[in-house]
T-cell receptor, first 114, second 113 residues
Framework: NAGVTQTPKFRVLKTGQSMTLLCAQDMNHEYMYWYRQDPGMGLRLIHYSVGEGTTAKGEVPDGYNVSRLKKQNFLLGLESAAPSQTSVYFC?????????????FGPGTRLLVL | AQSVTQLGSHVSVSEGALVLLRCNYSSSVPPYLFWYVQYPNQGLQLLLKYTSAATLVKGINGFEAEFKKSETSFHLTKPSAHMSDAAEYFCAVSDYSGNQFYFGTGTSLTVIP
């Protein structure tokens, strides 16, 4: 039981390049989330998914796209990276819809955009 | 919209001293509240959560938090700090639908030997 895993762990991009971050969970969770963490700003929700084939915008969705083709995977895409997207990205997953359910976090992906 | 405010971005305590990390929430409905801990270069781990069952919530590693509706607070405490408690701590609240979680800006705890 690996929990939540993220690929890659670290990446350097040039402005304008594209990339996809992969999140995988083996806990059969319905809900999955992508956050970015920046100094002094805590975690901010980018996009989330409440089930396979569904996605929704969070607090800071601009410049990102997501897909949830399989229940266990949640992909975060950057079509044209910008220096403002330099951040640490965390994926999380949880059981369906009850507010009290815990989120389980991956180890993070550090992205540097030059 | 729901939100949380963490007072103090950095807190330093001596080993063995009381740890108090502050969190105030804003919510128009009964909230569900969480404390997470993040160790260096790791993801977040749940310390404890309030789900309206009891106002005093006990978590892992000796931490506890008390929900005070009159003060809209959910402060995290530990009677005696240990060196291994040095980490970043985040307070979070979930929205009414349970679809989104809102995190505070975090408090970095330093434990002085």
């Amino acid at each position: 039981n690996a929990g939540v895993t993220q690929t890659p762990k670290f990446r350097v991009l040039k402005t304008g390049q594209s990339m996809t971050l992969l999140c995988a969970q083996d806990m059969n969770h319905e809900y999955m989330y992508w956050y970015r963490q920046d100094p002094g700003m805590g975690l901010r929700l980018i996009h989330y998914s409440v089930g396979e084939g569904t996605t929704a915008k969070g607090e800071v969705p601009d410049g990102y796209n997501v897909s949830r083709l399989k229940k266990q995977n949640f992909l975060l895409g950057l079509e044209s990276a910008a220096p403002s997207q330099t951040s640490v990205y965390f994926c999380a997953s949880s059981y369906p819809g009850r507010q009290q359910e815990t989120q389980y976090f991956g180890p993070g992906t550090r992205l540097l955009v030059l | 919209a729901q939100s949380v405010t963490q007072l103090g971005s950095h807190v330093s305590v001596s080993e063995g001293a009381l740890v108090l990390l502050r969190c105030n929430y804003s919510s128009s409905v009964p909230p569900y509240l969480f404390w997470y801990v993040q160790y260096p270069n790791q993801g977040l781990q749940l310390l404890l959560k309030y789900t309206s069952a009891a106002t005093l919530v006990k978590g892992i590693n000796g931490f506890e938090a008390e929900f005070k509706k009159s003060e809209t607070s959910f402060h995290l405490t530990k009677p005696s700090a240990h060196m291994s408690d040095a980490a970043e701590y985040f307070c979070a609240v979930s929205d009414y639908s349970g679809n989104q979680f809102y995190f505070g800006t975090g408090t970095s705890l330093t434990v002085i030997p």
